[in-house]
């Protein structure tokens, strides 16, 4: 059997990418270089498509029992929500083939590209060329700002998301839930996964505001304003500093459904990923409303990270690892089955994730993680994550380019 699947939420920022390339291009005068890569783009945004459904194209609302609930006709399986990922494989046996093909029955806010879902609708050269396409996209971008809505909490920070497979299995939810659907579908303030929580990371907050703040520099759209307006006076009234030292939220705590849903930041850090997430959705934000406290504190977040916690490999700050106790969690093996990794690593029940991977061993910083794992302290390392640097680099010039210091 072969099998693939696509994470949305790259896809959708290659989208971005060649959106803001579009732009450029046609800035200055050099749209026709890059039409093929234009035409794939818009092909991408085609297949993207899939994320709209549900993962076994079942009805969209109040969708319960696996064999009751009906399967979608048409666009009836559509939530028109970015989906986690949608996956297809098949037989490799030619000769009695099969094939299959899912998507996604829950969405999480925090995956949500609503500037994309506008690019394609609002872009000549990305639009995509099936027949219903671009209205599809155009129906995704207002149910995205619906969801946005729905789930935005008194203080104005963004809960979960919604779960048309309840338990991913189409149970029955409870009846707290039932009372108030989005579309029928049931709110779930950890969609998708569920260690850790996936909505207690305060980085999905700035990561989709982001996105957020940038349809609304681009399109000047009050809807999209009137939601940025609650998330950035409750960001930023959760933002100290003390000289170059700043603080951001880390963690969320969840209360309530919706419309009744709030947040308590349970924990702080000084985190450069998170921190520059923030100050990119501040930047954009603060460019097109001319909110000068906003700017100020987006460049006082990168003024601080830069100055603070350069390094010899980029920007990055030391961390306490509690995580890797998870080195000897069990990972199952099924009964009978052996194999081996190339280095020779045997793999064969009882396993563990350290006993499957022996080459950690060979780290420099080995002794630190053995230390703990035989009841020391957790080890503390700065890390180089690419998403953090990438984020540093992202908002530095992002900042640079939109204020032009």
């Given amino acids: 059997m072969y099998t693939c699947s696509v994470y949305i939420g790259n896809k959708c920022t290659y989208l971005l990418t060649y959106f803001n390339l579009c732009r450029w291009a046609q800035q200055n005068g050099q749209t026709a270089s890059i039409t093929n890569t234009l035409n794939k783009a818009a092909k991408l945004g085609d297949y993207i498509r899939y994320a709209f459904f549900d993962k076994?194209?079942?009805?969209?609302?109040?969708?319960?029992?696996?064999?009751?609930?009906?399967?979608?006709?048409?666009?009836?399986?559509?939530?028109?929500l970015l989906g986690w990922y949608f996956a297809w494989g098949g037989a490799l046996d030619t000769q009695n083939g099969w094939a299959w093909r899912i998507g996604?029955?829950?969405?999480?806010?925090?995956?949500?590209?609503?500037?994309?879902?506008?690019?394609?609708?609002?872009?000549?050269?990305?639009?995509?060329?099936?027949?219903?396409?671009?209205?599809?996209?155009?129906?995704?971008?207002?149910?995205?700002?619906?969801?946005?809505?729905?789930?935005q909490t008194e203080e104005g920070a963004f809960a979960g998301g919604a779960t048309n497979s309840w338990n991913g299995r189409y149970d029955t939810p409870p009846s707290n839930l039932t009372g108030n659907t989005f579309h029928g579908m049931y709110y779930d303030w950890e969609p998708v996964y569920h260690d850790p929580p996936s909505n207690r990371w305060y980085g999905m907050q700035p990561w989709s505001v982001d996105r957020l703040a940038q349809l609304y520099y681009v399109s000047g759209d009050s809807r999209t304003k009137n939601l940025l307006d609650k998330w950035v006076k409750w960001v930023l009234s959760e933002i100290t500093f003390q000289g170059n030292q700043y603080s951001i939220p880390a963690t969320l705590e969840w209360d309530g459904v919706p419309p009744n849903v709030h947040v308590r930041v349970t924990a702080h850090t000084n985190d450069v990923g998170t921190a520059s997430a923030t100050a990119r959705a501040l930047a954009y934000y603060a460019a097109k409303s001319g909110d000068t406290n906003a700017k100020t504190v987006a460049k006082q977040l990168l003024d601080g990270m830069w100055e603070l916690y350069q390094t010899d490999k980029g920007v990055s700050n030391s961390e306490v690892a509690d995580t890797y106790n998870q080195f000897q969690h069990e990972v199952y093996v099924p009964p009978g089955w052996y194999g081996q990794y190339p280095n020779g690593d045997v793999i064969q029940a009882p396993a563990t994730f350290i006993g499957l991977r022996s080459w950690y061993k060979k780290d420099a910083a080995w002794p630190k993680v053995e230390a703990h794992l035989n009841g020391g302290p957790a080890p503390e390392f700065t890390f180089h994550r690419f998403w953090a640097q990438a984020d540093v680099a992202l908002s530095q010039g992002t900042y640079g380019m939109l204020f032009n210091e």
Wanted: charged letters at 20%; hydrophobic letters at 30%; proline letters at 7%.
């Fill in 56 to 80: 076994y194209f079942k009805k969209i609302g109040n969708c319960v029992g696996p064999s009751t609930c009906p399967g979608g006709y048409g666009k009836d399986g559509a939530h028109y």
């Fill in 104 to 151: 996604d029955g829950s969405a999480h806010f925090g995956y949500q590209n609503p500037l994309t879902a506008y690019a394609l609708v609002n872009e000549p050269s990305l639009r995509p060329k099936g027949a219903t396409a671009v209205s599809d996209w155009q129906i995704s971008l207002d149910r995205q700002l619906e969801f946005y809505e729905w789930l």
